[in-house]
């Protein structure tokens, strides 16, 4: 199965900041997509973007398909943006999402 | 619409017994996929069906099961649970088995003591 890489582990942000987060993987994937696992466990779609670009208010997603990788953007950080942060692919034959080890996010006040 | 369920939210459970965690998909979507998530990593594929079949099934020991019901809900199965079965159980549901948006419950806390 494929690989999936994610950066930085941690980031811890001062409020108003702006921050990227990427995640590589280890072959080509054509079902991509980020979520925020709240402090209560559930997983938040964000975006789902096997190639492109997409934005949806403070944050936007970039994928580069043939280069394997994907970039979530968070601009002007708030509080309620902390969490961990996941990327999440699937093959074109399988039928599992394999996920990376998240990035958690701290955003402080 | 209503998302994702499941049931129970929380569960404690004794080494050995057995537990029986459920899933409704979002109506209309047919698939439903189970994942593991341990404290501090990403989750982990179980099981994926579609069609009240099994389509996928990830690196678990046969302790591990499910099924999907004709109005696609499912259920999962763990047997002789250990220790390490503590975790957060995660179901998600799509519209079809293929390349689209997965949509994830709010998960069910399991507690092995």
């Known amino acids: 199965g494929i690989q999936v890489e994610q950066s930085p582990p941690d980031l811890i942000l001062q409020e108003g900041a702006n921050s990227t987060l990427r995640c590589n993987f280890s072959d080509s994937v054509n079902n991509l997509q980020w979520f925020h696992q709240n402090p209560w466990g559930q997983l938040i779609n964000l975006f789902y973007i096997p190639s492109g670009t997409k934005q949806n208010g403070r944050l936007s997603a970039t994928t580069v398909a043939t280069e394997r990788y994907s970039l979530l953007y968070i601009s002007s950080s708030q509080t309620t943006d902390s969490g961990v942060y996941f990327c999440?692919?699937?093959?074109?034959?399988?039928?599992?999402?394999?996920f990376g080890e998240g990035t958690q996010l701290t955003v402080n006040p | 619409d209503a998302g994702v369920t499941q049931s129970p939210t929380h569960l404690i459970k004794t080494r050995g017994q057995h537990v029986t965690l459920r899933c409704s998909p979002i109506s209309g979507h047919k698939s439903v996929s189970w994942y593991q998530q341990v404290l501090g990593q990403g989750p982990q594929f179980i099981f994926q069906?579609?069609?009240?079949?099994?389509?996928g099934r990830g690196n678990f020991p046969d302790r591990f099961s499910a099924r999907q019901f004709p109005n696609y809900s499912s259920e999962l199965n763990v047997n002789a649970l250990l220790l390490g079965d503590s975790a957060l159980y995660l179901c998600?549901?799509?519209?079809?088995?293929?390349?689209?948006?997965?949509?994830f419950g709010p998960g069910t806390r399991l507690l092995v003591l």
């Open positions: 999440a692919g699937r093959q074109t034959s399988g039928s599992r999402l394999t």
């Open positions: 069906y579609y069609e009240k079949e099994e389509r």
């Open positions: 998600a549901s799509s519209f079809n088995r293929g390349q689209e948006t997965q949509y």
